[in-house]
Structure formats: C-alpha cells, structure tokens
Nanobody
C-alpha cells in the first residue's frame, strides 16, 4: 500500500557532500513528521535529523552545521543534504515517515530500506 524509496547514498571522500532522498508513494492520506536515522556497524540506530509537518527541524549534535534536512510536501519527499562529511558519518541511513494511509484512521511510522553512506579516502 505504501513505499518509501531511498536514494543518494554512496562512497565519498572526507570533506565531500551527498544528498539523500526518500520518496513516499501509495495510498497516502497525510504525512506528519519525517526523519533520518543512521546505523553504523556494531552500533545502535540513532536519530540524525527530524522535520515536522510545519517545517521545524532538529539535529543530532554531531551533524549540526553540516547536515540540512528538508521536505517537499507536494512530492511527498524527504531530503538530507550532507556536507563536510567525516569518516564517522559512515553508516546505513534510513528515513522514517509518520503517515496516515487512506485506509487508516491513525498515523504510523514507516521505514525506508536504507542507503549506505561510506566516507573514506
């Protein structure tokens, strides 16, 4: 009924940039909060950045000033612009979207499939 398709990951040198996208499609009635999480090998999944339906944002301290989260409500798409990347940013990045489907009366969180970001020289 709903799909979250992530794209934009890859291999980049330290100091480089990447832009991640997460496109939601299907029988969507409404989208609330959206966010990016990441999970490095051997570590727990952690919040990277989050954006509300009204556009308010918050970031993990480790990415403040380097990453920017944004959304295009007309396209049901979430973005993460990542600049000044560091090796510590290496992880699988997942989008998380709170959606209410046409067939539902409540919001539920959905996860993307994940996209690998590797920062290495």
């Amino acid at each position: 009924q709903v799909q979250l398709v992530e794209s934009g990951g890859g291999l980049v040198q330290p100091g480089g940039s990447l832009r991640l996208s997460c496109a939601a499609s299907g029988s969507i009635f409404s989208i609330n909060n959206m966010g990016w999480y990441r999970q490095a090998p051997g570590k727990q999944r952690e919040l990277v950045a989050r954006i509300t339906s009204g556009g308010s944002t918050n970031y993990a301290d480790s990415v403040k000033g380097r990453f920017t989260i944004s959304r295009d409500n007309a396209k049901n798409t979430l973005y993460l612009q990542m600049n000044s990347l560091k090796p510590d940013d290496t992880a699988v990045y997942y989008c998380n979207v709170q959606m209410r489907l046409v067939s539902d009366t409540y919001f539920r969180a959905y996860w993307g499939q994940g996209t690998q970001v590797t920062v290495s020289s």
